[in-house]
């Protein structure tokens, strides 16, 4: 379409504001939109921006072991968190309702970033795990906790985690008693052996969600 010059050389202005424009970068999205119209910022998290609904619906919807386990469902990490809190419980009758919180939010920041497996985490480096610690810092103090835990509690829920992978392993995800040993350790004889069936995503939401208002009230 034929346009008339603009007096005073204007149209070479716009032409160059035109050209410079196009080439800025467009700024890239940093926030995931929640289901409950949160927007939660992944590089600067604030607690005010997460809700446990949200983390609910999302970890119920997550699948360990890459989806590479048995059953009509996947094992999701919902339940895989339940299961943890139950077995830092046992191994610590004493605990307090806040590290048992704790231990149910261990892996709470997967809601947004996933459940990458432990061979790709380490391939990906510690960038990873300095952004999946600033989100989980701000999900513990959304709900009255310690942003950073203590080393001992920590290394318990650890303890937790691994004996939940070995059972999670034996049971649905095809490893032999004696390869998962090797790579989770065996539990010890005192505690008892959970039955693990995966759960469809309505259950293991509101399964998550039962256990977090037993540990908030």
Not at 30 to 51: F, H, T, V, Y
Not at 62 to 89: D, I, M, P, Y
Request: glycine share 6%; proline share 7%.
């Amino acid at each position: 379409m034929f346009r008339r010059p603009v007096p005073g050389g204007r149209i070479i202005n716009e032409i160059a504001r035109h050209l410079f424009m196009s080439k800025r970068p467009i700024p890239k999205r940093a926030w995931q939109r929640m289901l409950s119209g949160r927007r939660l910022d992944l590089l600067d998290p604030s607690p005010l921006d997460i809700e446990i609904a949200d983390i609910a619906h999302g970890l119920a919807r997550v699948a360990r072991w890459n989806g590479q386990t048995k059953g009509a469902h996947a094992f999701s990490v919902a339940q895989h968190c339940v299961l943890v809190e139950r077995l830092t419980a046992e191994i610590s009758p004493r605990l307090s309702r806040a590290g048992r919180l704790t231990a149910l939010l261990h892996d709470a920041p997967e809601f947004v970033i996933g459940d990458l497996i432990s061979p790709f985490k380490a391939a990906v480096g510690i960038d990873y795990k300095d952004f999946e610690l600033r989100l989980l810092a701000a999900i513990h103090l959304r709900f009255g906790l310690p942003a950073k835990p203590s080393a001992e509690l920590l290394a318990l829920i650890k303890k937790a985690d691994t004996y939940a992978a070995y059972h999670e392993a034996t049971q649905l995800a095809g490893f032999s008693a004696e390869e998962a040993r090797r790579y989770f350790g065996s539990p010890p004889a005192s505690l008892k052996a959970p039955r693990l069936t995966p759960l469809s995503t309505a259950e293991a939401q509101s399964q998550f969600l039962e256990r977090f208002k037993r540990l908030i009230d």
